[in-house]
């Protein structure tokens, strides 16, 4: 039996604690959140009881500690958590600040405990499908990547403030997708090209932000991968990527609600994607967590390590480098 | 070369025109409709004449007619260009009585003349790439068919009188469908049951006609197919059907006048289908005459004999038959 | 809190334990199975105790029972229930015999117990939205009805042969979808007609059962419903129907494991269906039975009731005398 | 009645040939080619005579030439039909030098001949569709384009020599699309960077070319576009383009020879595109003929005209300075 403590009990906090809960051999037994309300609450729906950092780090019963507070609590959780010997789900990303992330990896490799960072796409069923299938060889040598990711609406600017722009906070997903599927046999990004523009909302741009861009990546191996995001899509949550191989070419399209289609005299339409990042990317939570805790039991490596969440990282912060200078980037 | 007189210069007659005006070694020569100022304009868009039944049959120069003349001047026609030695494109129906339409098999078959009957969707390019695949192998062994055909709109039940009621006038082409795809081994409908209801227009209704459809048809060999039409699809001219085989299944979806896919808050949608059958078929009606004259020139028989036009005819009246009697008809 | 008792610890005794369990106000107090085996690793993995019929029926603190046991167990057990006063989910059918499965829905009014027949497709998200947007009048009135049901491969002729044929076995659910989606303002079947034969499997012909059926039912008010079955389809599980209204047309597609679109040499293909009912049905199941609960709670009528259970396998009875007689049979 | 010479009798030259021959007030003349027999072939094909340069510039006759003829000699043929006084259809590029191209315009503008640029793409049923929609605001203000460009394998790295390289050769059209779509307003590229491998054939990458690129432009207004292109499409010719805008999206599918989609054990598949560009804007160079001769004889202005060549070449010199500097370059 593994015991759990969660930090966060907001929206992901809730989500994670709910698909933990529900594995068998693992057990949630306690919850911190600042707000106490929302700790006391998740923590009676779980049976845990309400707890503070200090008390979760102390306490030896304690196996594993998942990470889902704010992102400014993250690298201090991870590195106090390492220090306690708990084992550390983290939720993307280790911190805003490359060297901070990768003191966290350091710090989690010093102490010898596990700690995967939540990059859940990897374990969406259509993107996992797509990797499993280049895998298999079906599409030969990948060679192009070309992603589409957008979310249905963009946030206030003011709750924009503190999420470290657009590439770290948004497109932080994508690049993990593009090192996943284009450098996964150790290939890695050798060029970078971002811009992009401030067209939904002018707030965003009051604060020092973008709401649409555009990145370009090239490989060491020269393999090409195009990113293009926006903070606006009319239509839903479209999170979408096609690779392109020497012998073929696989699209992950968007997930629907239902598979009705309706012909009437204007058109014969399908369902908008799944609304949001809680529908579409449920199940892979689901699979993200229990995955955890398969590889916790058997050893195996996670499919997102820390050094995947410095990585990513690393790629937001040469994007957004590459935006504010008008040139491209070398790694 | 080829010299051709056509019978009708109304909607069908003009498209039949200009598919075979535009073949090398085809040279339309004489145009014969009751209504002079269409004969005429017909006739000069493609530097032929004007020319009556009788002048027709009597110009030895004339090698071929195409009928697209109204119905119930068909079998005449026919009678009369077999007895003159014409090589003979009829539009379908060939007569609304099948012992008409059989005497006029008879008559061609006496007179040794060649005789292929309109029945375009065998050419359409969906239709015939999925027999292609049949022949093949894709999927096995057929044994079910599920036939979709429904028109955009009702026409005035006025127009509908002469029509020969829905089996004769619109399903035949189904039912040509049906022996061409799950007879292809010389199969034969045994059994068939059709039903049906006056839902669209209650004119229809008082002609004694209905609206909507259904027809089941059960062959020799125990293989199912079943037609479902209407004269009303608000969303335009839906034309499908899928072949259940021993292993796979093929589906012939509708055409689309453009690939456009549009996202918005409403939903994803593609065009609906190409309006009607001028439109659908505009393709098929081109390579339909092209075989008719690549058949003559090679002596190679045509893909629709007049033959299947009886049979077609027969399954039209065992359906109106059925109807009327509620009960299952033995063929 | 509502105490509940299972009968059936097989397949979807399973799953309905698993999806009643995990609700809240709901717990899972006995298993009863045959099996020894089976009954008591389902009550290990959920708490509960393995027992007996008389125990179960005798147990005060037993509000409701679940029956998914084999079919021939479903008529009692219903009776027993009723008399018991337990409120019932029992799996579909309520009996093979239309007078014994009327028996039970009057022993269950009699008794004032609530009973729910789990027509599971009723909670398909897809087959539920397309019945939502009929009800909103998205189509208009409905017509016609296309219904395509196919397993992926026919189980051995020793498992039907208590199956009570193809209608009572497989058809029932698309005789309940018939009465749902064309039925839904009160209609009937009028006439029914069915055919079929024994292509598949000659074993499924020697115990008098066909593998491949087609239905046609005309309702009271003219509407039309054809439902084509066949127990292999190489491709996977086939679950689809369209309606088409005055207004438009619905179609329920099937869902697929994944979104992933692969384009290679061979052409441009995706997933084959969810592979069987335990998949495609999967989250129906869930719904279904966190419906039955609800419905429980408010004292709202079920989705599917009894009665319509019975009504589903009057049209069974009807297509399996309209096969065995060769004609149309008037309900 | 407009009088027409032809230059170039090859694959292309054939396809527009027989396109304004069809035209009705159009006349094929005279066919110009270095290769006699293929000139002599077309000639006799449309009942028109063999010519060379000096006489069709001497006919006064000739209305219009349409240039066909190998890259190298459009900029000269145009120079020279503008002299004559001859109207100009010329297949794209004008030349590979900007200046050049530039230098045709002005010669172009001073005689005051009629000019247009055959960039087919624009008359593409699909394509020309989306632009509809975007122009009736079906979309609200386009944001971003995506523009996927590949063929279906790579000609020889010889043939590729006189070609420019992959931006004048093979994006150009892509660069046409980018303004067409995106600049509609008047908008123009304001930054490009381009980039791109050597992945499908070393030889290509021998002669100083890649096969394989990115671009990346951003308009003044700040709108981005990604053009994502390979010689290499295992699937075939890909051909699509999707934009983004403030209230939907369009996306502009392939093309595909039938609408049969084929399920079996191996999954559920639709035809791969149109072979190669012959095939899937076979309809578009019909179009665009039609179009070229509707505006001579209305006096409207093309759809495409010398300046948008000029435009398009510009972009392609600057996606080659910015490959070859590695850096991005102001337009």
Known sequence: MKNVAIFGAGRIGRIHAANLAALSGVSLKAVCDPVGSAAAELAQQHGATVSTVEAIFADPSIDVVAIASSTDTHSDLIARAA????????????????????ACADAVKAAGVACMIGFQRRFDPT???????????????????????R??????AEYLKASGGIFRDMLIHDFDIFRWI????????????ATGS????????????????????????GRLAQINT?????????????????????????????????????????????HFFLQRYREAYRLEIAHFFECLQSGQPF????????????????????LASGQVVRL
């Open 151 to 156: 979310d249905p609406g963009a946030p206030p």
């Open 303 to 322: 499919r997102t390590s820390i050094a995947d969440g410095v990585a990513a990282q690393k790629l937001a912060d040469a994007a957004a480098q590459s």
């Open 182 to 193: 284009l450098c996964a046999d150790g290939d890695e990004a050798e060029t970078l090209h």
């Open 230 to 274: 926006s903070r606006r899509a009319a239509y839903g949550y479209d999170q979408r990527f096609e690779v392109l191989g020497s012998k073929g070419m696989l699209q992950c399209g968007n997930h629907r609600p239902s598979e009705v289609v309706q012909s009437d005299a204007q058109g014969v339409s399908s369902d908008t994607p799944e």
């Open 198 to 221: 401030c067209l939904i909302d002018p707030a965003i741009g009051l604060i020092g932000d973008i709401d649409c861009a555009a990145v370009t990546i090239r490989t060491r191996q």
């Open 83 to 102: 220090k306690a010997g708990k084992h550390i789900f983290c939720e993307k990303p280790i911190d805003l600040s490359v060297p901070r992330a990768q």
């Open 127 to 149: 993107f996992n499908e797509a990797r499993t299938r280049m895998d298999r060889g079906d599409i030969g040598k990948p060679e192009m990547l070309v992603v589409t990711s």
